[in-house]
């Protein structure tokens, strides 16, 4: 661990920190003694119960399919509070024509949190992509009425259930332009982006409403670009109450600028959330890979707990057999702290033994 130099622990802190990290490697030892492989979610240790009592939530994604497997549910609502939709609540499925709803697919994974005590992030309104035909062909003013309608219309229906919503997915390019491909964006300019969340806190007052996107979890053109959208959004008074960084990692290459980076958006006077972990190897995955892995996870959870207004991470699918990675990414995988057969892995047991080794930092939001 490096201190900046405006940091360098005094001798007194350097016993109180000696002392501090000793409690953590015992509470760390504690939880991995309660967590060997295969009995995660002893009483009181599953990553939802560690993290509420942190004040944070844990959370991951599933789609409906995945709730005709028991190995899956059974980890899913252990050891997740939070739980978001992997594709149930896009516009492809929530509205396949204009203004046809279909929002049982939804409702079926609100009923699964609900009965499980989970919470649920909304997933997600204003997106390029997963977006049916027809909306894309749309002259601006109809277009702008069709975004109106069904931000009004989902976020409707769900008033009440939903914590937060991811109203804009995935706004920019890399070099932090507007994305080139976003029929929103090319039709209605930078200002489609206020007239979402402006659409959405009506249609839901009390559900936060975020801006969520990839490859801004470190310092860069893309970070800074949102930002700056952020910052101007809030100059305006545009409801926007945080930030999801979704964080799909590759293993060892987790920016070490993420702390810096969320606390320069908590700074605007915004949440941030980690939306989507997962931290992808190179297939077949060694122990020293795993290990690494575990590195990353444990040090996600550190700098969540380090930002006050960090309120909580959520893993993208559940385990590595449900995960997106191999798909997307021949030859990767075992990107998720669940294997195979839904074990847990060393990325869980670190997740867990970091959350229970940090300090408090919010009210209980669980
Ligand atoms: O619905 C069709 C089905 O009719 C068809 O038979 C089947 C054949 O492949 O495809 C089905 O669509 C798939 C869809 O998931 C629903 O299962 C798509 O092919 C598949 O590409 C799509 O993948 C989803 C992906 O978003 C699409 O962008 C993943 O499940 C989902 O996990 C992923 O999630 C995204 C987040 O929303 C945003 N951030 C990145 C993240 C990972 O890509």
Known sequence: MQFPTSRLPRPGRARRAARSLAVAAATALAVTALLPTGQAGAAGTSLRSLAQARGIYFGASLAQSDLNNPSLTAVAGREFGMLTPANEMKWDTTEPGPGSFNFAPG?????????????????????????????????????????????????????????????????????????????????????????????????????????????????????????????????????????????????????????????????LGVDVAVTELDDRIQLPANSAALARQADDYAGVVRTCLAVPRCVGITQWDVGDPDSWIPGTFPGYGAATMFDNGYRPKPAYTASAAALAAGAHHLAPTD
Request: charge should be positive.
């Open 107 to 267: 409702d079926r994974i609100a009923s699964y949190a609900k009965a499980n005590g989970m919470r649920l992030r909304g997933h997600t309104l204003v997106w390029h992509n997963q977006l049916p035909s027809w909306v894309r062909g749309l002259p601006a003013d109809q277009l702008r009425a069709a975004m109106r309608r069904h931000i009004t219309a989902e976020a409707g229906h769900y008033k009440g259930q939903v914590y937060a919503w991811d109203v804009v997915n995935e706004a920019f390019n890399e070099d932090g332009s507007f994305r080139t491909d976003d029929p929103f964006h090319n039709a209605l300019g930078d200002g489609y982006v206020a007239d979402a969340l402006r659409t959405a806190r009506a249609a839901d007052p009390n559900a936060k409403l975020y801006l969520n996107d990839y490859n801004i979890e470190g310092l860069n053109a893309k970070s800074d670009a949102m930002y700056r959208l952020v910052k101007s959004l809030k100059s305006q008074g545009v409801p926007i109450d945080g930030v999801g960084f979704q964080a799909h990692f590759v293993v060892g290459q987790v920016p070490a600028s993420l702390k810096a980076n969320l606390q320069r958006f908590t700074a």
